[in-house]
Every structure is written in structure tokens, then in C-alpha cells.
């Protein structure tokens, strides 16, 4: 068993209350996540099912991991930036979502949908068109000064063989994330994409729903305010693990957000190769949006 080093003393121990039991599960029928809280809250362990394993303290300011032999401080890694950071920052006050965004100008658009809808794919898309990517798997959503900011994450993005042959060509081979994860890493520096290193204030979020066999599939179409709220608390991460005054305070943030932040659903293309067609529908909904705006203050 590997262990990362730890500053402050061994992994906390105690007695565990189960809380969370993940619906996925491997090939054997076991979850592919559990998560039980040590001390009453104090702290929290997650348990993969390859045997990785985190605790955090629940200021979300400590940190243990360790893993199997079998495995490899990269396949840990692959938890630690995903789902593990979206958890963390929860614990810091930090609304996540489980999205991926780009910058367009001076304003940042998100890409929320179930797995496998086309986020990462969506984002390397507009990257590839000379667009900054800002986040990819967990965006960081913050107030500041009125106005909500994306805060940017790492310079890749993750994506599955079929993604990279879709966007980047079939002659495009990229390195895996780890040698037991089929996903590839599309490194953005290495491949002269662009990466937004700094926060940027939201534009537009846009939940990538259902595939149509709509001949006018992709397009976009306007969510009412219940379907954007319940779109956005779907999507957010760890909503099954807050208590109730951390899902009050995320209530009250998206319904704040909701009031300046337009959310489009986009109806997608039954064959998920038409990804140029799906970034030209979101330009243009991106253009209605804040012409719409212009129109609505007057500044036109």
C-alpha cells in the first residue's frame, strides 16, 4: 500500500457512519464509491472500489490519500483532480459543478450535462477553434463584486479515445492518464491550446441534453426558471453529501445566479461527430444572449 506523506500526523481513524453509497459499481456488482464520516462529521473517507482511498477533514483543508501496489500515484491523481476536488471545495464554501468551460472574449461559458453528454469533447472542440479552456470536470463557480467567476483549473482535458479521433483526427495519439484508465490527456500547453489563467466572470451555462433525430438538430431552446434550477442542483457536485445548511446556501446561490446568468438547453445531433455544428449553435445562442441583453438595458 502507497501513502502520500502527510504533514500533520497519520490518517484519521474512528469510528465510520456510512453516508453515501455510489449507484455505479464495478464488474463484481460493488460501489464504485463509498464514503463514510469519522467523528461525527469531523472527517470523511472515501473508498474506491480499485482500492484508492481518501480522508479529508471537513474544513477541507487536510488531505490523505493512499492506494494499492497494483496501482499508481497517477492512478490516484485521476481522483484527487476530479471528483475528490469538486468534494474538497464544497467543504470550502466553493459551488462546484460538474461541467467544463471556455472563454469566449471576456466571458466564460459551461458546458453542464449526465456523463458521457460531450463536456470535455465540447470544450477540446472550441479549444481546437483557438478558444481558452478554463476548466474542465469541476468548475469553481465564485461571487465577486456581484458578478459570478469561473476560476480556472489545469491546462488539459480529458477526453475518451473516440473524442480525440472526433476532434483532434484519427492520426492524433495521446498519452493515457494512467496505465489503468482508458481516457486520454489532451495537454493543452503541449498541443499550442490556449488555457485561461485567470478567473473569468460567467457568461452563459448550457446543459447539453438529449440527441435528437430532429433535422434541425443541434439547437438551442431557453429552460424555464424551475427546469435551469433543477438542471443546475443535478449537476452540482456533491449535492448528495451536503447537510442542510450547505444545500440552503447552494439553493440560494443558484437562484441568485439564475437572475444574471442565462442557462440554454442544446439539443444534440444523433451522431456525435457533428461537434462542429453544436459550437456554431452555441456561438450564435451566445450572440442572441447578449444582444438580448443590449436590447433589455438599452445600451443599443
Known sequence: MNVLPHANGDIPIGPE?????????????????????????????LSYFDGVQFWMNREGSEIWVVWPATLTIEDAATYLLGPVLGLLLRLRGVTC??????????????FVGSPGAGKSTTAAAFAQKGYAVVSDDVVALVEHNGGIFVHPAYPYLCLWPDSVTMVCGSDKILPGLSPGWQKRLLSLPDNHLKFEEKAVPLGAIFFLGERSSEPSAPFSEHLTTNESLLALIVNSYATNLLDQNMRASEFAFFSRMLRSIPMRRLRLHQDASEIDSLCDVILQSFSDIKNESQLATGSV
Not at 456510512?18 to 464504485?32: E, F, K, M, R, V
Not at 461541467?99 to 459551461?110: D, E, Q, R, V, Y
Open 97 to 110: 459543478l460538474h461541467a467544463s468551460a471556455i472563454s469566449i472574449g471576456n466571458c466564460a461559458l459551461a
Open 17 to 45: 457512519d456510512l453516508i453515501y453509497t455510489s449507484a455505479y459499481t464495478d464488474q463484481s456488482g460493488a460501489p464504485a464509491l463509498r464514503i463514510w464520516k469519522i467523528a461525527a462529521g469531523a472527517f470523511l473517507h
